[in-house]
């Protein structure tokens, strides 16, 4: 499986953006997907994730409300929705997807085998 982000760029804060991250090689379908990000200088964090089967969907704290992971089976591809973006949302979004992940690991980022590139989030005024 490969996956390909996009939708990046520069945004005032308050405003939007919606990422897209296309599969290629495989359906995804049963797979459980997600999004990750990492800032300059701190870890690769958890942002959101759908597990394929119940189709449940996890959020970080620091997002809710504000972000909405959506997936589109027949366009084997995966969109996170950013709304009122704020300075400390900036980092390098990373695609992820896996077919064996475990509701409790869904926020681990070593349950996922496949991830994207990343596609840089940068928040500024």
């Known amino acids: 499986v490969q996956l390909q982000a996009s939708g990046g760029g520069l945004v005032q804060p308050g405003g939007s953006l919606r990422l897209s991250c296309a599969a290629s090689?495989?359906?995804?379908?049963?797979?459980?997907v997600g999004w990750f990000r990492q800032a300059p200088g701190k870890e690769r964090t958890f942002v959101a994730a759908?597990?394929?089967?119940?189709?449940?969907?996890n959020y970080a704290n620091s997002v809710k409300g504000r972000f909405a992971i959506t997936r589109d089976t027949a366009e084997n591809t995966i969109y996170l929705q950013m709304n009122s973006l704020r300075p400390e949302d900036t980092a390098v979004y990373y695609c992820?997807?896996?077919?064996?992940?475990?509701?409790?690991?869904?926020?681990?980022?070593?349950?996922?085998?496949?991830w994207g590139q990343g596609t840089q989030v940068t928040v500024s005024s």
């Open positions: 992820v997807a896996d077919p064996s992940v475990i509701t409790s690991s869904l926020g681990s980022p070593t349950a996922y085998r496949y």
């Open positions: 090689g495989r359906t995804i379908t049963r797979y459980s």
């Open positions: 759908i597990k394929w089967n119940d189709r449940s969907i």
